[in-house]
């Protein structure tokens, strides 16, 4: 699978994660445990970091400059710190 096929996989499977727990959180909350949706989101968001990283990362390496991937890098970090923080 190239990379551009895996990354639509991945997205499709983002999306699908989306769906179901958004949907059940609707339709099913008062029968499903609200641990178990929050977690169906939270792998959802971080398919979708992810995701959004790579395409990044793309991006400012096409820029050619320093400044571009030391931003990048930062705004990762915080991305990632932020979600730890978050879902602690």
């Not at 050619?64 to 990762?76: E, L, T």
């Not at 923080?85 to 602690?88: E, G, K, L, Q, T």
């Given at each position: 699978?190239?990379g551009?096929?895996f990354?639509?996989?991945?997205?499709?499977?983002?999306?699908?994660?989306?769906?179901?727990a958004?949907?059940?959180?609707?339709?099913?909350?008062?029968?499903?445990?609200?641990?178990?949706?929050?977690?169906l989101?939270l792998?959802?968001?971080?398919?979708?970091y992810?995701?959004?990283?790579?395409?990044?990362f793309?991006?400012?390496?096409?820029k050619?400059?320093?400044?571009?991937?030391?931003?990048?890098?930062?705004?990762?970090i915080?991305?990632?710190?932020?979600?730890v923080?978050?879902?602690?």
């Open positions: 699978m190239k551009k096929q990354i639509n996989v991945v997205s499709y499977v983002a999306v699908a994660f989306i769906a179901v958004l949907a059940a959180g609707k339709l099913l909350g008062w029968l499903i445990n609200p641990q178990v949706l929050h977690v989101t792998i959802a968001q971080i398919i979708a992810t995701i959004t990283a790579v395409f990044a793309y991006f400012a390496k096409s050619r400059s320093k400044g571009w991937m030391i931003a990048y890098a930062v705004f990762v915080i991305i990632v710190v932020f979600l923080v978050n879902n602690i």
